[in-house]
Every structure is written in C-alpha cells, then in structure tokens.
C-alpha cells in the first residue's frame, strides 16, 4: 500500500538508500569511517532513537511558538514521553492513537505530492552537486544540528556603541532614517517604532 508505505520510516529509509546509491561520491568511505560503521548503528531501534532525537528541538520551538502565537498549554511530561506529547500538542497525531513501539514517521503528513517523489527529488539534489563539490554532498547527509533554546539577542555593556551603529540608519521597509527608531532583540531587524511602514496585518512591527 502506497500510503501506508509513506508513513513506514523502513520504507522511506530504504528509498533514500536506493536513490542516494546511484551517486558513488556519496557513500565513498575510507578504511577508518568503514570500521567505525557497526550494525547496531543501523539497527530499526537505533535509528527510530536518532529520528526523535533529531526532531525533539524542531518540535520544542514549535511548541513555544504555539504556546505564545495561540496560548496553548505547555504540556508537562515525561522525558521519555517527550516526543509524543510534542506531536500530539502540534496536532501531528491524535491523542491515543500512537501505540507503544509506534514509528515517528506516522506523525508525517504529506502534501498532495507522492512522499517517495519529494523524497527522490531531495536526494538529486544532493547527487546532482558537481564532482568539485562532492564533499559538500557529504556534509548535508553526515549532520549533528544543534539547537539553542530562544533567546534575546546579546547587547554590549556599553549602549553608546548600539546608539553610534544606529545612528541615521534606514528602516529596512521605508528605506528611510526612523524619527523613532527602534530594534528587535529576538531577530535584529531595525524598524521604525509603530510607523505605518512596518505594520504587518495591521499591527505595528513594535508592539508596546
């Protein structure tokens, strides 16, 4: 079944072997990272724990942003339930429906695209780098992204070195120099402070 196979994190993964396999340069190795690669490595348990473990800060900013966006609730729990109650609170899966030993890959929810077809375009992307970029292929498959809770920008301790960068700066919408200038420490845009120019779905850029 097509769409069963679509949520089976077996069947994807093999996909992605099958398509990754046509370009040599990916999965060339030399006698040390071969020695390194053990089968429990590859093992359906090991692998499912990588897929959450990877997930698990995507998931969590999410969760935030829900939190603060819509005013859900936060949902304590667990850390080894950490994953699901995540999923569930984003509307990834419905409540009670993830049995134990259940896949990560059920939480997906493809487009109108076939899985395996966005799936095969991913991967030529990655194959179809030229040979003087083929390291780089391997960059973008061997990753440990790691990801840092929200913050506020870091200010230096001294202000007059914010004020003098600042000074007769253009908004970035306007394009001219701010009569009340303000700056957002989540992203480090520069705006003018409730100017009409920066005002998005009617609200102004700088909410007081």
Known sequence: NAVDGERCLEALLSHVISELSSDEMVYRLNAEETQMLGSSLWSPQSIEFRMRQFCLPFLRLASLLQHHLYGDELTECLEEEEFWTLAVGLRLVAPGTQAPGSSSASCLEWP???????????????????????????????????WAAPRLLQLPDNYNIIFQYY??????????????????????????????????????????
């Open 112 to 146: 109108a695209a076939s899985a395996f077809q966005l799936v095969t375009q991913w991967c030529q992307e990655v194959t179809g780098l030229p040979e003087a970029h083929s390291e780089n292929s391997l960059t973008l498959l061997v990753q440990d992204p790691q």
């Open 167 to 208: 000074h007769r700066k253009a908004c970035s919408a306007c394009q001219k120099v701010p009569k009340d200038p303000a700056l957002c420490l989540v992203c480090g845009t520069f705006v003018c402070l409730k100017g009409q120019c920066c005002k998005q779905q009617g609200i102004c850029e700088c909410v007081l």
